[in-house]
């Protein structure tokens, strides 16, 4: 466990050019200086030991993503091999194994500006920024020539390494959907949440956003409501192929034993009844529609 005598002295502890900066502007005394040094101290303390304790169980695999560094990623030599990289980290079994190794290797013969021509330092080029230019590479016939590899590490870096960024959009979420817009749909709110992510993790502020074109052109009744119509159209047609299957013998469509009767004579069993609507269900494919609506009643 992290404990403060384990640390250096107080007076070795670098605290930054910007502290000192401050302390000097300040003018603290030195009795003042030395308390603001202590509570630093405590705070880079406790800080570590709770950045401990929240670090995920499998460290090991989250240390090899430094892999995917570009300065890392795009060397000629020391770079690891592929078995080296953290492939445990997404289990999925369709990854193609050879095919990354080989796209791997091929990385290595390209430099920065080919990847990303708008940046020239490596040292300081955003890995997200790096592979997503390194996903975007295409070859002569407009394939990715590094499909399966971007592909995984972009997954692998997109993983949350605490809870912290679920809880903070939970929070988000509340914001989103109170009491008086409990209707919410699904689709609807999963694109406020994307909107507000987006403008809190880039820093911009609503205030100043400017839509782009397309943006413009599909702010349209014709557009925003086309799924919803659609939806209304086919429901509608479910209902008429439904209100046909009246006609077929011993189904009831709707119809609670209260509402009417159903002899006996001629009447399946239930479980032949029930294979038989799965049938007319998959034929017609309604089968949720019927589910809901479709009582079978035998007096």
Known sequence: MLR???????????????????????????????????????????????????????????????????????RARGRPELKNLP????????????????????????????????????EVVDIIKFWSCVWNMKNGAGYRIFHDLAKFVLSALSLPLSNAVVERLFSILNVVKTKLRNKLEIEMLEALLRVRIHFQANDICCSSFEPSKEMVENFNSKQMY????????????????????????????????????????????????DQMLDLLAESLKIKLVLRKRLYLSKQ
């Open 226 to 273: 086309r799924k919803r119509q659609n939806e209304t159209a086919a429901a509608s047609n479910n209902e008429e192929e439904i209100d046909n299957l009246n006609e077929v013998p011993g189904i009831v469509i709707g119809l609670t034993p209260e509402d009417g009767d159903i002899d006996d004579e001629g009447v399946a069993p239930v479980a032949e009844w």
């Open 87 to 122: 492939l445990d980290i997404i289990r999925d079994p369709s990854l193609d194994l050879e095919a990354m190794e080989s796209q791997w290797i091929k990385l290595a013969s390209f430099n920065l500006l080919e990847i990303c021509p708008d940046e020239n330092d490596i």
């Open 4 to 74: 403060r005598e384990n640390f250096k002295p107080v007076e070795l502890v670098n605290y930054g050019e910007n502290f000192w900066k401050v302390a000097y502007n300040v003018k603290l005394p030195d009795e003042k200086l030395r308390q603001v040094q202590n509570c630093c101290t405590d705070f880079l303390v406790k800080f570590t030991q709770e950045l401990t304790n929240r670090l995920p169980s499998c460290i090991e695999a989250v240390e090899k993503l430094r892999a995917f560094s570009p300065n890392i990623a795009l």
